[in-house]
């Protein structure tokens, strides 16, 4: 489970980063900054975890928990457009880089999930999986988490089909039959290997 050690250890004021999207094929990714209050209820920590191991519910209800708590948390996203232009690991940098400037407060130090740091306004610290070592990671995965599967269920409305709303445009076998059937969307990354892979055989199919 993730603890506060870390953040305890750094002092000042520490940022918990991490981004939600890398991976899909289609809408933006998203990126959270969390900063905890040292005094933080145990009742909220224990609800902290890698966003990837909670349930819908239970993840839900913990974004509820810090959006009601004295966290400061920044949110920021990079768009498809974005994603094309400058491959999806700068644009997920950038998205992180947006979520640390609209935090309430400048933090001393970022915690980054993962191995490669964005260039922020105050030292970065990168924790290999982090969002299961650090509640701030593990907050800010919650936070980007939820904040993207909103975004993903609301373009699902506008683009019927593919399944958003249940897939958040991952690459299952619904979402891909969709692509073949209906063809992509502008939301989805035409650099990316499958949606790429489709156009082709769309166009030697024409």
């Known amino acids: 489970m993730p603890n506060l050690d870390m953040e305890l250890a750094a002092g000042g004021r520490v940022a918990g980063v991490d981004e939600a999207g890398r991976g899909p094929l289609a809408g933006p990714v998203v990126a959270a900054a969390v900063v905890l209050a040292p005094d933080t209820q145990p009742e909220l920590a224990a609800m902290l975890d890698d966003s990837k191991k909670l349930t819908a519910d239970r993840r839900m209800a913990a974004f509820l928990a810090l959006r009601a708590s004295p966290a400061e948390i920044g949110i920021g996203a990079a768009s498809v457009a974005e994603i094309l232009q400058m491959n999806i690991l700068h644009a997920s940098m950038l998205a992180m880089r947006r979520a640390v400037a609209r935090l309430g407060v400048a933090p001393d130090l970022a915690l980054v999930d993962g191995n490669y ?19 701030s990671i593990a907050a800010a995965s919650i936070v980007a988490k939820v904040v993207r599967d909103r975004a993903m269920a609301r373009l699902a409305v506008r683009f019927p089909g593919y399944g958003w709303h249940a897939n958040a445009g991952y690459a299952t076998a619904l979402h891909r039959e969709a692509l073949r059937r209906l063809g992509p969307t502008r939301h989805h990354r035409e650099a990316f290997g499958t949606v790429a892979q489709l156009r082709l055989e769309l166009t030697i199919a024409d």
């Open 117 to 135: 740091p964005p260039k922020l306004g105050c030292a970065v610290r990168c924790v290999v999986g982090g969002d299961a070592l650090c509640l």
